[in-house]
């Protein structure tokens, strides 16, 4: 990644056509492992961990979701 170090958030569906957003994160962590990552997803969190798609310690936010709560939430994933 050319301009990592000018990357703070990356906002991720869990679900994508050809990776997950797992394996999408792993790939950011090996590159970059400081760039913060929120995951967003229409399923719910406790059915996306059974699939192991995500853990409990990675930021998420379910979908709906209004643009303050999206705003919100990246602030909070930003500041820790």
Do not use: C, H, W
Not at 49 to 65: C, H, M, R, T, V
Request: aromatic share 6%; proline share 5%.
């Amino acid at each position: 990644m050319e301009k990592k170090d000018q990357i703070d958030l990356v906002f991720l569906d869990v679900r994508m056509p050809k990776k997950n957003g797992r394996e999408v994160y792993e790939e950011i962590r090996k590159a970059s492992p400081e760039t913060a990552v929120l995951f967003m997803s229409g399923y719910t969190k406790d059915i996306l961990d059974s699939q192991g798609i995500i853990e409990e310690k990675l930021n998420f936010i379910a979908k709906p979701a209004m643009p303050e709560e999206i705003l919100r939430k990246i602030r909070e994933v930003l500041d820790k």
